[in-house]
């Protein structure tokens, strides 16, 4: 299901999105975060983009091989090393590239569609992707982290 991303004054976007209940059919937000995410020609996109109050967000974690991952709950444990300086765009300020500070490496946990929890560590683009998005659940707007 195809849904249009929200203006970027919304007010979804601005606060901080709860916890996944048990009873959300994950594969449908899964199902509908990848598709929108492809449909708008991005490399990730957080439930909040598209209207839903829903702490998720898809990803895409390997360029090359367009390989996609689906964060519930999502959460930062650690993060180390400098931090990057790094041009970031985003599909909730289309008119708007920023030049961004963040962790280049990272060790984050999330569950699976599947309530499967998984702990990573991530570094370089996707650890970007991944702290650009669990931002929008965080109710940051990327322009904040200049």
Same mark, same amino acid.
């Given at each position: ?19 996944? $209940? ?16 492809? #449909? ?5 996109? $957080? ?17 090359? #091989? ?14 180390? @090393? ?6 970031? @765009?985003?599909? $909730? ?7 961004? +500070? ?13 309530? +499967?929890? #998984?702990?990573? +560590?991530?570094? @370089? ?13 965080? @109710?940051?707007?990327? $322009?904040?982290?200049?």
């Amino acid at each position: 299901m195809i849904k249009e991303l929200v203006k970027s004054d919304d007010e979804i976007l601005y606060h901080k999105i709860k916890p996944c $209940s048990a009873t959300l059919d994950r594969h449908f937000v899964a199902k509908t975060l990848i598709e929108n995410m492809f #449909h708008h020609d991005g490399v990730g996109l $957080s439930a909040n983009q598209i209207g839903m109050d829903v702490r998720a967000f898809a990803m895409i974690r390997d360029l090359e #091989h367009n390989e996609v991952m689906v964060c519930f709950n999502p959460r930062i444990t650690k993060t180390y @090393g400098d931090p990057v300086w790094c041009e970031e @765009g985003c599909l $909730s300020f289309p008119d708007e590239i920023l030049n961004i +500070k963040r962790p280049d490496r990272i060790v984050v946990k999330y569950e699976d569609e599947d309530n +499967k929890v #998984h702990k990573l +560590k991530l570094n @370089g683009f996707p650890a970007r992707v991944f702290q650009h998005e669990y931002d929008h659940l965080e @109710g940051i707007n990327f $322009s904040s982290r200049q």
